[in-house]
C-alpha cells in the first residue's frame, strides 16, 4: 500500500523559504519507473503542479516557478523535499506530494496547509 | 502554460449523465494521451479516477468514463449517484514537461 504525507510549517513570513517534506512508504525512489510531485491548491481555487523528481534524479519545474524551486529526494529515508524560497502571501496553499504512474497522480498524500503572513 | 479550460459548475439528478469537458491546446491535450481525472470532495485531497484519456484505475465505478476530441476531453458520469457529489479537475502533459490542471467543475446532484 503506497501512503504519502507531507510535513512542514504551518506558517511562513513573507520573503522567507519554505521547506517541505514528503515522507512516503509502499515504493522505492530507487526503482526505475518511479516519480514524485508537488502540487498545490490555494484555498478555493484549483490544483497547479509544482515540480517533479524521478528515479534516476531527473528534475522537472513549473516553467512559471522555476527560478524558486528546488526539488531532492533522500531514497534511503524515503522522502522528498521542496524547497520555495521568496515566499509571498499568494503562495499560501494546501502543498500535496503525489505518486506518479508516468503521466498521472496516481496517489497522493492529505495535503499540508501553509500561510504565508507575517 | 495557462489553465485547461473546464465549465465552473454542472448539475444533475440522481440516475442521469453528466459530462465535464476539459479544453486546452495542441500543445497538452490535444497533443498527448496523457490526459487524467481527479475527484475532491471538501476537505480532502484529490482522488485519481481516470488516466491516460480513458483508463480506469482499479477500484473506480464503470459508472466513470473518459474520452478526447481533439484539444478537448471529456469526462461522464453515468448513473449519477449523491456520492459522485464534488469537484473534478482535469490534468494534462504538455510539451513543456510539465504538467496542467483545469479550473475544476463543482458537480452538483440535485
Known amino acids: 500500500q503506497v501512503t504519502l504525507k507531507e510535513s512542514g510549517p504551518a506558517l511562513v513570513k513573507p520573503t522567507q523559504t519554505l521547506i517541505l517534506t514528503c515522507t512516503f512508504s509502499?515504493?522505492?525512489?530507487?526503482?526505475?519507473?518511479?516519480?514524485v510531485s508537488w502540487i498545490r491548491q490555494p484555498p478555493g481555487k484549483a490544483l497547479e503542479w509544482l515540480a517533479r523528481?524521478?528515479?534516476?534524479?531527473?528534475?522537472f519545474y513549473s516553467t512559471s516557478l522555476k527560478i524558486r524551486l528546488s526539488i531532492s529526494k533522500d531514497t534511503s529515508k524515503n522522502q522528498v523535499v521542496l524547497t520555495m524560497t521568496n515566499m509571498d502571501p499568494v503562495d499560501t496553499a494546501t502543498y500535496y506530494c503525489?505518486?506518479?504512474?508516468?503521466?498521472?497522480?496516481?496517489?497522493w498524500g492529505q495535503g499540508t496547509l501553509v500561510t504565508v503572513s507575517s | 502554460q495557462s489553465a485547461l479550460t473546464q465549465p465552473a459548475s454542472v448539475s444533475g439528478s440522481p440516475g442521469q449523465s453528466i459530462t465535464i469537458s476539459c479544453t486546452g491546446t495542441s500543445s497538452d491535450v490535444g497533443g498527448y494521451n496523457y490526459v487524467s481525472w481527479y475527484q475532491q470532495r471538501p476537505g480532502k485531497a484529490p482522488k485519481l479516477m481516470i488516466y491516460d484519456v480513458s483508463h480506469r484505475p482499479s477500484g473506480v465505478s464503470d459508472r466513470f468514463s473518459g474520452s478526447k476530441s481533439g484539444n478537448t476531453a471529456s469526462l461522464t458520469i453515468s448513473g449519477l449517484q449523491a456520492e459522485d457529489e464534488a469537484d473534478y479537475y482535469c490534468?494534462?502533459?504538455?510539451?513543456?514537461?510539465?504538467?496542467?490542471f483545469g479550473g475544476g467543475t463543482k458537480l452538483t446532484v440535485l
Open positions: 509502499g515504493f522505492s525512489l530507487s526503482t526505475s519507473g518511479m516519480r
Open positions: 523528481i524521478d528515479w534516476n534524479g531527473a528534475k
Open positions: 490534468s494534462s502533459y504538455t510539451s513543456s514537461n510539465t504538467w496542467v
Open positions: 503525489a505518486q506518479m504512474s508516468w503521466w498521472d497522480f496516481e496517489t
